[in-house]
């Protein structure tokens, strides 16, 4: 059979050559069958060795999850360990078998549908929502009854490339370093948060490749090639031959980059680029040291809410962001307050599904009609504030009054602090996440009211350009070099020089090594990025002079289509560094 080639987009970078593990989330197809009335006794030992079973499964995937991630994502295993020892969906199937006379599937598929009509009748949309839980416990009792494989990443024992239709970010998160080679979906795009988690987690990934699960089993061999978002299925001897080289080019340049780790990032002419990383759980602060970053430019908090059934106390923030701080001492963690909403988690009280999530109650829109959530927040980041060095971010501020608000919001919070008698830092210094066209053009307005601007460019790009950064069919419009953009970025430079204030890019071009230079020509002092690519982003800061950097800027902003400023950057780019320009 010839070779298959799937295009796509490249989520997180790196070459593998493995064979597929296909995920496959299709229901277990049950048949109800009439048992004798002799038969009951061993069809409900039969059951309850399958509840048994289950719960070892997932108290071992605890372990090792706990292990290999830190406690912060325990609950979700928790809760469904909890669910197999719940009343009405063991007890209930036990009583059906002995009742109705039925195997255990068929009484387990009928249990799980009762409680489902239960669930959906209840008003309380957070509760309603549990009943998928219970569907994901049944359906691995009925796998396990089935003797069929459990769908879990976490379990995966063998080396393997997972392919599915798609994948949440705790699936991200659950994957197996060690076994997962890389993954590849038909959904998503570089910048959904399943693709910022696989790269902070150092998986290769691809995005975006539609219908690639029809065209692919388990045990097919496949090349994936995170770096240019193509995955080639049942190579043939040339392009594997082809791949191996390019595999161990790219791992020879990755060592290469290591060495510079504990060099500063310094221009030619001694200008200081400080590079961050972006993270999303405390044990990741270790790994942006790892990869020479100084500090964490962005510490995105939705993932201390992900997998809970409650939403983390004042006391669960404080840790949380104690604990970042401790870890990154003597630099400077940036956090940025919850956004959730658009690609991102749901939370148990965003009970309305919105039509346009993205435009919707997200971020700090949410924060600001859910007081009590966000003062919980406010409050720990504050006096976590008094053990390291920290800075509050907020996300989606479209306009200064927000800001204004938010700002009363502290106030009120500093007071109650200090009447408590609780120490915090007096000093923290707040900056707004500039990241909807509207705070880009009105950036001269907040700057007075904050001490940086942090640039996403994820949102920045997908609300100036209109391109759904979470849907594949309009990937390949995503362009930061749209001149619409880069006027956005050059305006926002010009308010935060003029304001004096900080001028950071936290979004995912900050992390490309073809934009860092074109960037620090624009006035970006500070780029966060995920971890892998501070090596890369650093090479090109030490190979330049701010000369260079603020002329390609210049150049770079003369083009009038996207297609021109690339080639233009790119030409400049490969002049100056062809070996880094031949890996990217
Ligand atoms: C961004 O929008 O660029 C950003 C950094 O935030 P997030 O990707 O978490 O929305
Ligand atoms: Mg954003």
Redesign the pocket.
Known sequence: MSETIFNGIGASPGIVIGRVYLLDRKKVVVAGQRIEEVNVKSEVARFKKAVEVSKGQLEDIRKRYTRDLGKSHRYILDTHIMLLEDKMLVEGTVKRIKDVRINSEGALRETIDAIAKKFDAIEDEYLRERKHDVEQVAERVLRNLTGKKQESLAEISEEVIVIAHDLAPSDTLMMRKDKVLGFATEMGSR?SHTA?VARSLGIPAAAGLEKITSSVRTGDVVILDGNHGTVIVDPDEQTFLDYLRRQQRYKYFEAELDKLRDLPAETLDGKRIHLQGNIELPEEVATVARHGGVGIG?Y?TEFLFLNRQHLPTEEQHYLAYRDVAERAAPNEVVIRTL?VGGDKLALPDQYEEEPNPALGLRAIRFCLQNRDIFRAQLRGIFRASAHGKIKILY?MISALPELQEIKRLMDDVRSELRAEGVPFDERLEIGV?I?IPSAALTADLLAPEVDFFSI?????IQYTLAIDRTNEHVAFMYEPLEPAVLRLLQRVSHAAHEGKIGLAM???MAGDPLYAAILMGLGFEYLSMNVAAIPWVKKVVRSVRMQDAVELADLVMRQPTAVLARQAALSFMHQRFPELMAEI
């Open positions: 910048t910022i962005l995105r956004d996300p996440m990241e996403g460019t994820n949102d920045l936290c979004g995912e």
